[in-house]
């Protein structure tokens, strides 16, 4: 084994065991139990609810390995978890790999390993959650599309276009976001190639889109789900649908993501910022080499995408971390002209510092704060069952929703959906109950004779008697009675 290989299966090997003490025991959040859903009770793709096993688009290849996997282990959370940690453990092996090509092997060693101990991609390697995933495959996908550029040939290209096609069974939302770096693969090529690489792309599709359409009523049924999906999101949480109020939302999201997900290795990705505006200023026009257009067409694209349309979840940001870790690993060997011993220790300081952020705080990302969550919920799981008859209860939720209604399904319970820009009340009658409990932390209750009950240390349950059929009113973050059936 070559020096090189055996770097990249250190960093494989040590992710992969740092990640083994801190999986979480319980599906993490909504779209956690939608996958849990299609690895029980079969794979079908639904824009209600009620027959989401997953949500649309379905991510076909991804329910498939983790069946894999749960066939192994025997429990789905774990099965999702694992999958996790072991595409977490293949970024970091990749992008060295992938970093050689524009830094030195120390430098791609050391952003291999801030990337693998940066608290937001560690936090996401260890939860029943695909954005681990959709790190692996965006560096992986970045790899074969800058080698197929440099090779220049019609095969390459086409290869690298089919595996496209066939990846985005994972995620599909890769077809968005790597299209623009798709686009400068071939850029170079003849007419005649360019066609051949988008058939290419639109066969590896076929992988997963005909069995994915099958499995979920037809073609129709399929196409008609994914665009009301994509429609209730432009609508909800887009720019053009929803202005400022988004805009501000999405980008300071995006950037919160970032900041956790890139820590201190920000610092030589401002350095270069600074050094390129400042020679366009000079020059007076604005220079791309072709390395800088590779990363531009890799980063601008998904980060555009979610300040302008929608980002659900902090993990979204994996999809650009390895190709910002490259810009800092640029930077570095750039900038920081120290001598060896120097640029070692430091470099080893900042890896140590984020590794301790996550280990031994509890910052947002940390071992802790996914500990909190396990026992969190299965404080409130257990007080709701020990407390409260599944007859006479109703569970009101909002984020956890589906974690309700998979950890205690034989409770009534009701989704508190509202706008996240606009409020708008509602009216409900209440089933024959005379308790709701607030599963939610965030749900406020509008009377003062809701009663705030503790279920462990720190982690607190609202109930509040009513009287069986009630009208109860849900208003933003609020809910309350505000007609008795006994009136």
Same mark, same amino acid.
């Given at each position: 084994m070559n020096r090189t290989a055996f770097v990249a299966t250190g960093l494989f090997a040590a992710t992969l065991l740092s990640r083994a003490p801190f999986f979480a025991e319980h599906l993490w959040a909504w779209d956690s139990v939608l996958y849990a859903r299609a690895l029980e009770s079969g794979f079908h793709v639904d824009y209600a609810l009620a027959g989401q096993r997953p949500h649309p688009p379905g991510y076909l290849l991804y329910v498939a390995t983790a069946a894999v996997a749960r066939g192994l282990v025997g429990d789905s959370n774990t099965a999702l978890v694992l999958i996790s940690a072991i595409a977490s453990a293949l970024a970091a092996a990749v992008l060295f790999l992938f970093a050689r090509r524009f830094v030195s092997s120390g430098t791609a060693a050391f952003i291999s390993l801030a990337f693998a101990l940066d608290p937001l991609a560690w936090q996401y390697s260890e939860v029943a959650y695909p954005y681990a995933l959709l790190g692996l495959l965006s560096v992986t996908l970045a790899a074969c599309f800058f080698a197929a550029r440099a090779r220049g040939t019609a095969a390459a290209a086409v290869l690298a276009s089919l595996a496209f096609g066939a990846a985005a069974g994972f995620r599909?939302?890769?077809?968005?976001? @790597? !299209? %623009?770096?798709w686009l400068w693969m071939i850029w170079r090529l003849s007419p005649r #190639? &360019?066609?051949? *690489?988008? +058939? =290419?792309?639109?066969?590896?599709?076929?992988?997963?889109?005909?069995?994915?359409a099958l499995l979920s009523g037809g073609p129709l049924a399929y196409v008609d789900a994914v665009m009301r999906q994509t429609?209730?999101?432009?609508?909800?949480?887009?720019?053009?649908?929803?202005?400022?109020?988004?805009?501000?939302?999405?980008?300071?999201?995006?950037?919160?993501?970032?900041?956790?997900?890139?820590?201190?290795?920000?610092?030589?990705?401002?350095?270069?910022?600074?050094?390129?505006?400042?020679?366009?200023?000079r020059a007076r026009r604005v220079v791309l080499g072709r390395t800088d257009m590779f990363l531009v067409a890799w980063i601008a694209p998904a980060?555009?995408?979610?300040?302008?349309?929608?980002?659900?979840?902090?993990?979204y940001v994996l999809s650009v971390l390895p190709g910002l870790y490259? @810009? !800092? %690993?640029?930077?570095?060997?750039?900038?920081?002209?120290?001598?060896?011993? #120097? &640029?070692?220790? *430091?470099? +080893? =300081?900042?890896?140590?510092?984020?590794?301790?952020?996550?280990?031994?705080?509890?910052?947002p990302f940390s071992a802790?704060?996914?500990?909190?969550?396990?026992?969190?919920?299965?404080?409130?799981?257990?007080?709701?069952?020990q407390h409260y008859s599944p007859d006479s209860t109703l569970v009101l939720a909002r984020e956890d929703f589906l974690l309700v209604r998979y950890y205690l399904p034989e409770y009534h319970s009701w989704f508190h959906d509202f706008d996240p820009y606009r409020l708008a009340m509602r009216r409900k009658r209440a089933p024959k109950v005379n308790a709701i409990i607030a599963f939610s932390p965030g749900l406020k209750a509008a009377s003062i004779e809701a009663r705030r009950v503790e279920c462990a240390k720190g982690v607190h349950l609202v109930?509040?008697?009513?009287?069986?059929?009630?009208?109860?009113?849900?208003?933003g973050e609020r809910y309350g009675v505000v007609e008795s059936q006994r009136r």
């Amino acid at each position: 084994m070559n020096r090189t290989a055996f770097v990249a299966t250190g960093l494989f090997a040590a992710t992969l065991l740092s990640r083994a003490p801190f999986f979480a025991e319980h599906l993490w959040a909504w779209d956690s139990v939608l996958y849990a859903r299609a690895l029980e009770s079969g794979f079908h793709v639904d824009y209600a609810l009620a027959g989401q096993r997953p949500h649309p688009p379905g991510y076909l290849l991804y329910v498939a390995t983790a069946a894999v996997a749960r066939g192994l282990v025997g429990d789905s959370n774990t099965a999702l978890v694992l999958i996790s940690a072991i595409a977490s453990a293949l970024a970091a092996a990749v992008l060295f790999l992938f970093a050689r090509r524009f830094v030195s092997s120390g430098t791609a060693a050391f952003i291999s390993l801030a990337f693998a101990l940066d608290p937001l991609a560690w936090q996401y390697s260890e939860v029943a959650y695909p954005y681990a995933l959709l790190g692996l495959l965006s560096v992986t996908l970045a790899a074969c599309f800058f080698a197929a550029r440099a090779r220049g040939t019609a095969a390459a290209a086409v290869l690298a276009s089919l595996a496209f096609g066939a990846a985005a069974g994972f995620r599909q939302d890769l077809l968005l976001i @790597l !299209a %623009a770096l798709w686009l400068w693969m071939i850029w170079r090529l003849s007419p005649r #190639v &360019r066609l051949v *690489a988008a +058939a =290419s792309v639109c066969a590896g599709c076929l992988v997963w889109l005909v069995p994915t359409a099958l499995l979920s009523g037809g073609p129709l049924a399929y196409v008609d789900a994914v665009m009301r999906q994509t429609d209730y999101v432009r609508a909800t949480y887009s720019v053009p649908a929803q202005g400022l109020s988004a805009l501000s939302a999405n980008l300071a999201a995006t950037l919160y993501a970032l900041a956790w997900g890139l820590g201190l290795c920000a610092l030589p990705i401002a350095g270069l910022a600074l050094v390129g505006a400042r020679r366009a200023v000079r020059a007076r026009r604005v220079v791309l080499g072709r390395t800088d257009m590779f990363l531009v067409a890799w980063i601008a694209p998904a980060i555009s995408l979610y300040v302008l349309l929608h980002i659900g979840e902090w993990g979204y940001v994996l999809s650009v971390l390895p190709g910002l870790y490259v @810009l !800092a %690993a640029i930077g570095i060997d750039r900038f920081v002209k120290v001598p060896r011993i #120097v &640029r070692r220790a *430091a470099l +080893a =300081s900042a890896a140590v510092s984020t590794a301790f952020a996550f280990v031994a705080t509890s910052a947002p990302f940390s071992a802790a704060a996914i500990a909190h969550r396990d026992d969190e919920l299965a404080a409130r799981v257990s007080f709701v069952r020990q407390h409260y008859s599944p007859d006479s209860t109703l569970v009101l939720a909002r984020e956890d929703f589906l974690l309700v209604r998979y950890y205690l399904p034989e409770y009534h319970s009701w989704f508190h959906d509202f706008d996240p820009y606009r409020l708008a009340m509602r009216r409900k009658r209440a089933p024959k109950v005379n308790a709701i409990i607030a599963f939610s932390p965030g749900l406020k209750a509008a009377s003062i004779e809701a009663r705030r009950v503790e279920c462990a240390k720190g982690v607190h349950l609202v109930y509040l008697d009513i009287d069986p059929g009630s009208i109860v009113e849900l208003y933003g973050e609020r809910y309350g009675v505000v007609e008795s059936q006994r009136r």
